[in-house]
C-alpha cells in the first residue's frame, strides 16, 4: 500500500521576474507535471539553489511561479548559489529564511515519516563556493534528529545540497561537505537513510545516480540542466518518490522529455538492505 508521494528536485536557478524567462519556464513545465502525474502529492522538496545569485528578484521571480502554477507543499534547502558571493553570509541567510519562511535547517514529518533538512553554516568565502559546512552544532542537532522515533523498517529522507565527495554521479568533479567524515559516519549508523543532494546537476543517465554505502545516497540532477558528461546531452530532471509499507520507489524524471528516465528507476527494500536498479 502506498503511503505516502513526493517530488525532490534541485537547481532552477531563477535568475529574474519574468515568467517567460527559460528557468522560469522550466519550472512552471516541472509544477505541471507534478500536478498532470500525480495530484496527491504531498510535498515538493528543492535541494537548493532556487535562484542563481540569491538576490532579491530572483527570489521574487521563483515565487512568482509558485504563485502562478498549483504545486504540492514545498521545503526548500539552501544552495551554494543562494548562500555565496556579492553579499556577506549573513544577508543571504536572512534574505533566504525571509523569502521562503523557513531556517536553514529543520525537519519534520509526513504520514509518520521524518524529513530531515540540512544547510551550510558559515566557515570562510571559500568554503561558501562549492561547499557545505556542517558545524558542531548542527551535527549535535542531527545526532538528535536522527534518533526521534527512529525505526530500522521506515525510511529517514535527508536533505542536503551538496553530495559526498565520490559517491553518486558528478561527486568526483565538484566539491562537497565539511567535515565529509563526520557526516557521513553519523548517518552511517542510520542504514535507513535516503540521502538527496543535487549540486552537480549530473543527468540521471549516468551511472551512480544511486549510491549505496552505509546508507543510500540519491542524486537530483537539476531542473535548470542535467548534463550527460557522455552524450554531451542536456536536459531538465528531478525524482518522483513513492513510500510504501516495505520499500521506497525512486523515478528519475526527463521533464523536458515528458519521459521517465529508465536508467533512474529505484527500488530500496526497508528494513533496509542494498538497493537494486
Same mark, same amino acid.
Not at 260 to 275: D, L, N
Given at each position: 500500500?502506498?503511503?505516502?508521494?513526493?517530488?525532490?528536485?534541485?537547481?532552477?536557478?531563477?535568475?529574474?521576474?519574468?515568467?517567460?524567462?527559460?528557468?522560469?519556464?522550466?519550472?512552471?513545465?516541472?509544477?505541471?507535471?507534478?500536478?498532470?502525474?500525480?495530484?496527491?502529492?504531498?510535498?515538493?522538496?528543492?535541494?537548493?539553489?532556487?535562484?542563481?545569485?540569491?538576490?532579491?528578484?530572483?527570489?521574487?521571480?521563483?515565487?512568482?511561479?509558485?504563485?502562478?502554477?498549483?504545486?504540492?507543499?514545498?521545503?526548500? %534547502?539552501?544552495?551554494?548559489?543562494?548562500?555565496?558571493?556579492?553579499?556577506?553570509?549573513?544577508?543571504?541567510?536572512?534574505?533566504?529564511?525571509?523569502?521562503?519562511?523557513?531556517?536553514?535547517?529543520?525537519?519534520?514529518?509526513?504520514?509518520?515519516?521524518?524529513?530531515?533538512?540540512?544547510?551550510?553554516?558559515?566557515?570562510?568565502? %571559500?568554503?561558501?563556493?562549492?561547499?557545505?559546512?556542517?558545524?558542531?552544532?548542527?551535527?549535535?542537532?542531527?545526532?538528535?534528529?536522527?534518533?526521534?522515533?527512529?525505526?530500522?523498517?521506515?525510511?529517514?529522507?535527508?536533505?542536503?545540497?551538496?553530495?559526498?565527495?565520490?559517491?553518486?554521479?558528478?561527486?568526483?568533479?565538484?566539491?562537497?561537505?565539511?567535515?565529509?567524515?563526520?557526516?557521513?559516519?553519523?548517518?552511517?549508523?542510520?542504514?535507513?537513510?535516503?540521502?538527496?543532494?543535487?549540486?552537480?546537476? %549530473?543527468?540521471?543517465?549516468?551511472?551512480?545516480?544511486?549510491?549505496?554505502?552505509?546508507?543510500?545516497?540519491? =542524486?537530483?540532477?537539476?531542473?535548470?540542466?542535467?548534463? =550527460?558528461?557522455?552524450?554531451?546531452?542536456?536536459?531538465?530532471?528531478?525524482?518522483?518518490?513513492?513510500?510504501?509499507?516495505?520499500?521506497?520507489?525512486?523515478?528519475?524524471?526527463?521533464?523536458?522529455?515528458?519521459?521517465?528516465?529508465?536508467? %533512474?528507476?529505484?527500488?530500496?527494500?526497508?528494513?533496509?538492505?542494498?538497493?537494486?536498479?
Amino acid at each position: 500500500m502506498k503511503r505516502l508521494s513526493f517530488q525532490v528536485i534541485s537547481d532552477i536557478h531563477i535568475t529574474e521576474t519574468d515568467l517567460q524567462s527559460r528557468h522560469s519556464r522550466q519550472f512552471i513545465r516541472v509544477l505541471e507535471d507534478i500536478r498532470e502525474n500525480d495530484p496527491d502529492s504531498a510535498a515538493l522538496i528543492i535541494a537548493g539553489d532556487m535562484t542563481d545569485r540569491g538576490m532579491e528578484e530572483e527570489y521574487d521571480g521563483f515565487l512568482a511561479v509558485l504563485e502562478a502554477v498549483p504545486h504540492p507543499r514545498p521545503y526548500f %534547502a539552501l544552495g551554494n548559489h543562494d548562500i555565496r558571493w556579492h553579499e556577506s553570509y549573513e544577508v543571504k541567510r536572512k534574505r533566504f529564511e525571509e523569502k521562503l519562511g523557513t531556517g536553514i535547517t529543520y525537519d519534520f514529518w509526513l504520514n509518520g515519516y521524518h524529513f530531515i533538512v540540512l544547510g551550510t553554516d558559515y566557515k570562510d568565502e %571559500a568554503t561558501l563556493k562549492d561547499h557545505s559546512y556542517i558545524s558542531e552544532t548542527q551535527l549535535d542537532w542531527l545526532e538528535q534528529k536522527l534518533a526521534e522515533r527512529s525505526d530500522p523498517a521506515k525510511p529517514i529522507f535527508v536533505i542536503l545540497h551538496q553530495p559526498f565527495q565520490e559517491t553518486v554521479a558528478g561527486s568526483v568533479e565538484w566539491h562537497g561537505v565539511v567535515p565529509d567524515a563526520q557526516l557521513r559516519s553519523l548517518l552511517g549508523r542510520y542504514p535507513q537513510v535516503v540521502y538527496f543532494s543535487g549540486h552537480s546537476h %549530473a543527468a540521471l543517465e549516468m551511472s551512480h545516480a544511486l549510491h549505496r554505502d552505509k546508507f543510500t545516497m540519491v =542524486n537530483t540532477a537539476s531542473v535548470m540542466a542535467s548534463w =550527460n558528461s557522455i552524450t554531451e546531452e542536456q536536459s531538465s530532471q528531478g525524482l518522483y518518490v513513492e513510500v510504501y509499507d516495505d520499500k521506497v520507489l525512486i523515478k528519475g524524471r526527463d521533464f523536458a522529455k515528458k519521459e521517465w528516465v529508465q536508467e %533512474a528507476q529505484y527500488s530500496i527494500e526497508f528494513p533496509a538492505r542494498e538497493s537494486t536498479a
